[in-house]
């Protein structure tokens, strides 16, 4: 069964219009995590959310915005994507932030943006 | 600071042949560290990870790790690499903040 649920797949969008990834899941984790994955790279954390808290990354870019409405749902907002916004996002839940020796990071099937 | 370090971006083996991927990391605190793999247009699934306890690990598809504190590695091994091992397959630790930090990957190419 899906634990990590991300849609759609496959995004394509248009220079400078707005898009929304999607993520779902289903352990009721407290913990969501956005990723942006380039070609032949590590996934590099754009933001995360500890159940409400938001937790914006230093270098993530003023164009990129997350919602989480409740502990199932969480949303990338791409306000004006540009041509190097072109990647994998992945999207990763873990209980309690990887506190104890029991928790660990789970990831979704990844969002593939390309833009026109 | 935390940091991970992957040795060898690609490597190669024959069908049959053992898989060893390196990596050192870098912890103010004890790490616990993870393995992911990752197929072309998928994301990360875990492999296997170490916490506490017992330092030889074993996780999914044959693959085991070895936690050795006095090296600070991790490396990750299989006896026998199989066709489907092919992939990118990342190392990661776990500092105490939350996150996760990864080493840069290391591309997997199985040869008949």
């Known amino acids: 069964d899906a634990m990590v649920i991300q849609n759609p797949r496959y995004q394509v969008t248009q220079f400078g219009k707005p898009v929304t990834l999607s993520c779902s899941q289903t352990?009721?984790?407290?913990?969501m995590y956005w990723y942006q994955q380039k070609s032949s790279q590590a996934p590099k954390l754009l933001f995360h959310y500890y159940d409400k808290d938001f937790n914006n990354e230093a270098d993530t870019p003023d164009n990129f915005q997350s919602r989480r409405p409740n502990t199932s749902f969480c949303f990338l907002d791409i306000r004006s994507p540009g041509l190097g916004d072109a990647a994998m996002y992945l999207c990763?839940?873990?209980?309690?932030?990887?506190?104890?020796?029991?928790?660990?990071?789970?990831f979704g099937p990844g969002t593939r943006l390309t833009v026109l | 600071a935390q940091s991970v370090t992957q040795l060898g971006s690609h490597v190669s083996v024959s069908e049959g042949a053992l898989v060893l991927l390196r990596c050192n990391y870098s912890s103010s605190v004890p790490p616990y560290l993870f393995w992911y793999v990752q197929y072309p247009n998928q994301g990360l699934q875990l492999l296997l990870k170490?916490?506490?306890?017992?330092?030889l690990v074993k996780g999914i598809n044959g693959f085991e790790a070895e936690f050795k504190k006095s090296e600070t590695s991790f490396h990750l091994t299989k006896p026998s690499a199989h066709m489907s091992d092919a992939a990118e397959y990342f190392c990661a630790l776990a500092g105490g903040n939350e996150k996760l930090t990864f080493g840069t990957g290391t591309r997997l190419t199985i040869i008949p």
């Open positions: 170490y916490t506490t306890g017992a330092t």
């Open positions: 990763a839940t873990s209980r309690d932030g990887l506190s104890d020796p029991t928790d660990t990071q789970y």
């Open positions: 352990l009721n984790h407290n913990v």
